[in-house]
């Protein structure tokens, strides 16, 4: 599987222009051919951060064309050029059974940091961050990858409270993983106001 992060800063004020952009013209246009699942969230009042999960790379390819496409028409928007983090999934799982079309609200939390190879921070993940996943309550998925020279993690979740319940593990497994990351992990997070499952989601 293959996911693609996409975030950017907004210009003052014109968040809401770029929600009702993506909400009625973005979505309806980027359904192309193996995509699974998109979700787009705003972090705070000037940043809108944007997550899709394709079948592979060649579909992955398909919907760039598509999302420049939508870029170019809402550009005016943008305090800088979206950063664009794009790779094959290395670690993943879904623990909740989620429809096609399945419009229940979802809490979503992505966490970006720089790194200088890919291993170590796969095997951190792998066996520090996936085994707190594991016991959480209110987790729907969860992946991650390095594309880039960055690191990228995500999950997603029934509600605000049931991420704050975990994040101070997180947090503690993060104090004790000097050396892996070259900065501090910068995490983002909110509610979906669009987004859409195009298949049936099933735990794996």
């Known amino acids: 599987m293959y996911a693609v992060s996409l975030r950017a800063e907004i210009k003052d004020g014109r968040i809401g222009e770029l929600k009702e952009f993506i909400k009625n013209n973005a979505l309806p246009s980027l359904e192309v051919p193996g995509m699974i699942s998109i979700g787009f969230f705003n972090p705070d009042s000037n940043s809108n951060l944007g997550m899709a999960f394709l079948t592979n790379k060649e579909a992955a390819e398909t919907f760039a064309e598509e999302r420049n496409k939508n870029l170019m028409q809402v550009a005016d928007v943008f305090a800088s050029f979206p950063k664009v983090v794009e790779g094959e999934i290395t670690l993943g799982k879904i623990y909740q059974d989620r429809s096609a079309n399945d419009n229940e609200e979802a809490y979503v939390r992505v966490v970006f940091a720089k790194v200088d190879n890919s291993e170590s921070p796969t095997n951190f993940v ?79």
């Open 126 to 204: 792998k066996e520090k961050i996936f085994p707190i996943y594991e016991e959480a309550e209110g987790l729907r998925g969860a992946g991650f990858f390095v594309a880039d020279g960055e690191a990228v993690s995500w999950n997603i979740w029934d509600s605000e409270e049931a991420a704050n319940a975990v994040i101070p593990k997180f947090n503690e497994e993060l104090s004790s993983a000097e050396g892996i990351f070259l900065e501090d992990p910068k995490p983002y997070s909110g509610y979906l106001y669009a987004g859409k499952n195009f298949t049936d989601i099933n735990k794996t």
